[in-house]
């Protein structure tokens, strides 16, 4: 049996560490489904699995015994209970923790799943759901502090927890001991600071069931549902369509009496006033009782009812005036307190409020009432339960004494006391569903009474002693409207039926059959992806649409540069959903991203996968060019079940993929015609989607085959990106290209034209294959940043070599490609070549100075290169400057840039006149 660590090792190897934490935001290599990851290092942990630690699992679940209810795979309650008993890692158990400890702070959530990290022992990446972001991430901490809370001494310690969350938002957990109490209430802050509130949950709720996305744009209630041109946006119950005037007049109560009062609806007579002698004044005017509040007030601060006196008014104005600087005084109208709420004109709901109040049982005290009514577990703080709980303040005391009480006062049984004069649930109230009781004519009233003020979306506070008779019988009217009212006391009344008042409201943003999307085109691979993504932009575009395109190079809007930087990640793809102009987005996906944070949309019309070749291999956990695959195959794994998976049939790989893809099959191919293979011919043949390069004069010609018809397209070499047809894998990415327009229901005509226009410029396609002659010598600039990228240019450079006297080449590679890939690409770069300049890149990502340089020059050695024709210059500038001033009349420079911006700016400001610059030999490299 192993031993346990010693406690006194004083390295992080005698206990657990995290090494990483990371939000998935969006469909990801281990689901679809947003989830916290902490990548665990359990050190001596991992020979200490739960069947090895006596009364560890019993202490849990005496602390947590809802752990009980989770089945874990099992997939029936207490399947985890008999994981433990069974052994299973800590990672794991922290995973069912930190699910569990959200539930009971209020955000409940199920899914999650622990995985060990392949080629790192005792590493796992643990994975749960969230409700919030903030939230989970403090869930995942605080459930490590609590398992390692329950281990032995020796073993309970986990360090690194401050990159799960900041250790100065948590202190007093650790490894001494756990207050889950205490655990609970920081969780339950964070999820009042960032939770949505009830009205926006319940809105976002319906949106999500309809299949409409939605952003959040700030820490609070600011939602977007719907992406692009089509979204809407919202603030609790104030959505894109409520008017701004709505919203100013209803704040003026006494613009709105006025405006009711003119629309035939019941409004009690009132003045506004600027002091407490005015209030006075008013008051002797009007005669009791009455009722003062701020003119611009909510939620029922500083309103003060049934006032029968001139010195109740002066308190009134005076608690009304901490509000407002323009208090009204109203007569006070008689009968229950009732808010309609109408939506769109129609009424959707109706509650009858009841303001904070308890009842005498001879025995205690008001305050201990009050104590007793708040012990209700539906009661919490601000909004966040179905009620609030009663504070006692100021207006509570005042309230109480008009009855003749006090909070030590102990009333008789049955004795109704009332501690607020306002029934709002924010202040302790409770609410009835009366929806089905509205008199047909109150309702007609409160209709008119949002339309009058102008909103889309209004609570009407209706007063009427009996709700179920006209008010023009019964006396009473409507004291308030309201703008962003509350849902909470509709979805959750205290007595009565819930209503589902979020419904009509999405329908009014988005009627029945509308989802808010506009179509989502998403490209990804190895090479190619940026130039496909630009050939379907364009093609968008032709159109007539207003196309939002991410790249490596940046982000555009309609053709316009928004913002330059590698816009091929998540946070990139929701700048262009969240653009309120953009009618379709293509999206270039890259591997970094999808490891990092998931996809930044939740589905796709159009996935495409161009190829997968080693790449960015060794990083992250990807090894091989099959988990690389299994990276990129997230896309097509997002296409929705009406949409199209593109996929390359000429890459075993990318064709593999078909098993998992959503939607249909589309393929592309560059074996069209008689070399058509059998499994694309049955697929064609069976009314299939497929776009081929059938042999031929003029690069062969690009055929689209579809609903079995084959429908020619045009010449490969028509192109003016492949060169003549020259440029083979721009071949291949407008094969592409024309299958996710043709699968977006693009005609064509129209894909055609677009295509006839789609030059290898810089100002179309910056860094891919972008040509300059104005030196006397041509220049090419392309990205090729790894092994496949290199050897496709070959075939182009290949086939310019009859036109050109030589070929310089200037070439490097990131600092995170393996040691083979670095000496592959010198390796295809010496076959190139007559002479070759190494250089290195500005961030080494890792590598010293220098390094990059020495296995660029071996590797092009081993090849048989020349030594002497081999230049090293580290700057990137100065290397391609140098390349173009060995080149003389009829030559061929090809540079391989990092900052593509500045290399062509320097391409074209090529002064021959300069300074050449000095080479730097390997033992200053070195250095």
Request: charge should be neutral; proline fraction near 6%; hydrophobic fraction near 45%.
């Amino acid at each position: 049996m192993s031993q346990l660590p010693d406690p006194h090792a004083g390295t992080d190897a005698a206990h657990a560490r995290v090494i990483e934490c990371g939000v998935y935001r969006g469909p990801h290599i281990h689901g679809d489904l947003p989830m916290v990851r902490i990548r665990l290092d359990l050190g001596p942990l991992e020979e200490w699995p739960t069947s090895r630690l006596p009364g560890f699992a019993a202490a849990l679940t005496a602390m947590l015994p809802g752990l009980a209810r989770h089945g874990c795979s099992y997939k029936e309650p207490g399947g985890f209970l008999r994981r433990m008993e069974e052994g299973t890692w800590i990672g794991h158990v922290a995973e069912h923790v930190a699910i569990e400890l959200q539930g009971l702070a209020g955000s409940p959530v199920t899914r999650g799943k622990t995985r060990s990290v392949r080629g790192q022992p005792g590493v796992y990446d643990v994975m749960y759901a969230y409700g919030e972001e903030e939230a989970g991430r403090l869930a995942g901490r605080l459930a490590l502090q609590l398992v390692a809370g329950l281990l032995p001494k020796e073993l309970g310690l986990v360090s690194g927890l401050g990159l799960i969350w900041p250790d100065e938002d948590v202190s007093g957990f650790d490894e001494h001991g756990f207050d889950l109490e205490a655990a609970l209430a920081a969780l339950r802050r964070q999820l009042r600071r960032t939770a949505l509130g009830p009205t926006t949950r319940a809105l976002v709720g319906e949106a999500e069931r309809r299949g409409i996305p939605v952003l959040r744009l700030d820490r609070q209630s600011f939602v977007q549902l719907g992406w692009g041109a089509r979204q809407r946006r919202l603030r609790a119950s104030i959505t894109g369509l409520t008017s701004f005037l709505g919203v100013e007049t209803a704040g003026d109560k006494d613009l709105t009496k006025a405006l009711l009062a003119a629309a035939g609806v019941p409004v009690p007579e009132g003045v506004v006033v600027r002091s407490a002698e005015a209030a006075v004044e008013a008051a002797r005017d009007l005669g009791f009782p009455l009722v003062t509040k701020p003119l611009d007030g909510n939620h029922g601060r500083g309103v003060s009812l049934r006032l029968r006196s001139e010195e109740e008014v002066r308190r009134g104005f005076e608690m009304a005036a901490r509000h407002a600087r323009v208090v009204v005084v109203e007569r006070f109208l008689e009968g229950r307190d009732h808010r309609v709420l109408v939506i769109g004109g129609q009424v959707v709901a109706v509650a009858e409020r009841v303001p904070a109040h308890v009842v005498g049982n001879g025995r205690d005290t008001v305050a201990g009432l009050i104590e007793a009514v708040n012990r209700d577990p539906r009661r919490g703080d601000g909004h966040e339960n179905v009620m609030t709980r009663i504070v006692v303040d100021e207006a509570v005391e005042d309230v109480l004494a008009r009855q003749g009480q006090a909070l030590d006062a102990v009333p008789h049984p049955g004795r109704v006391v009332w501690l607020r004069d306002t029934a709002n649930l924010s202040t302790g109230g409770t609410a009835v569903d009366r929806t089905d009781e509205i008199h047909p004519e109150n309702a007609m009233l409160a209709c008119r009474a949002a339309a009058a003020v102008g909103l889309d979306v209004a609570g009407i506070d209706f007063l009427a002693a009996d709700i179920t008779r006209p008010a023009r019988e019964t006396g009473g009217g409507v004291v308030e409207v309201n703008a962003a009212p509350g849902f909470r006391m509709h979805l959750e009344p205290s007595l009565g039926r819930p209503r589902d008042v979020a419904r009509p409201v999405i329908d009014l943003l988005f009627p029945r059959g509308e989802t808010g999307r506009i179509p989502v085109l998403a490209v990804t691979g190895t090479n190619g992806k940026s130039t496909t993504a630009r050939m379907v932009a364009r093609i968008l575009r032709g159109a007539g649409m207003r196309v939002g395109l991410t790249t490596t190079s940046g982000v555009e809007v309609d053709g316009r540069l928004v913002q330059a930087a590698d816009a091929s990640g998540p946070r990139s793809a929701r700048m262009v959903l969240r653009d309120p102009t953009v009618e379709a987005a293509v999206l270039e996906v890259a591997r970094g991203g999808l490891l990092r944070e998931g996809l930044g949309f939740d589905r796709c019309d159009v996935g495409c996968v161009t190829n997968i070749a080693a790449d960015h291999l060794g990083l992250k956990g990807i090894d091989t060019v099959e988990d690389l695959a299994w990276v990129k195959s997230v896309v097509v794994e997002a296409v929705g079940s009406g949409g199209t998976s593109v996929l390359n049939a000429d890459d075993p790989l990318v064709a593999r993929m078909a098993r998992r893809a959503g939607g249909r099959i589309a393929w592309f191919s560059a074996q069209g015609g008689d070399a058509m293979p059998d499994r694309l011919r049955g697929h064609v043949a069976a009314h299939g989607l497929a776009v081929v390069l059938e042999p031929g004069a003029g690069g062969g010609e690009i055929v689209v085959h579809a609903d079995g018809r084959r429908l020619p397209l045009m010449h490969a070499a028509e192109i003016p990106a492949t060169l003549e047809g020259l440029a083979a894998f721009n071949t291949q990415n407008a094969l592409a290209a024309v299958a996710m327009a043709y699968a977006q229901g693009v005609t064509l005509p129209v894909i055609r034209a677009a295509l006839l226009g789609f030059e290898a410029s810089f100002e179309q396609s910056p860094g891919r294959l972008n040509i300059h002659d104005a030196h006397g010598f041509r220049v090419i600039m392309d990205y090729a940043h790894n092994p496949a990228g290199l050897a496709a240019l070959r075939e182009v450079v290949a086939g310019l070599r009859p036109r050109h006297r030589r070929c310089i080449g200037v070439v490097s590679i990131p600092g995170d490609r393996r040691d083979e890939d670095v000496r592959e690409l010198a390796g295809i770069a010496a076959g190139m070549f007559d002479e070759l300049v190494v250089r290195e890149r500005p961030d080494t990502r890792g590598r010293r100075p220098g390094e990059i340089m020495d296995l660029l020059q071996a590797g092009a050695a081993a090849a048989g290169f020349p030594p002497e024709r081999i230049h090293r210059i580290a700057d990137e500038g100065a290397a391609a400057e140098a390349a173009m001033r060995m080149a003389r009349r009829g030559d061929l420079v090809v540079i391989l840039p990092t900052e593509v911006e500045a290399m062509w700016h320097r391409i074209i400001g090529f002064d021959p006149e300069g300074a050449a610059p000095r080479e730097v030999g390997p033992a200053q490299a070195a250095g």
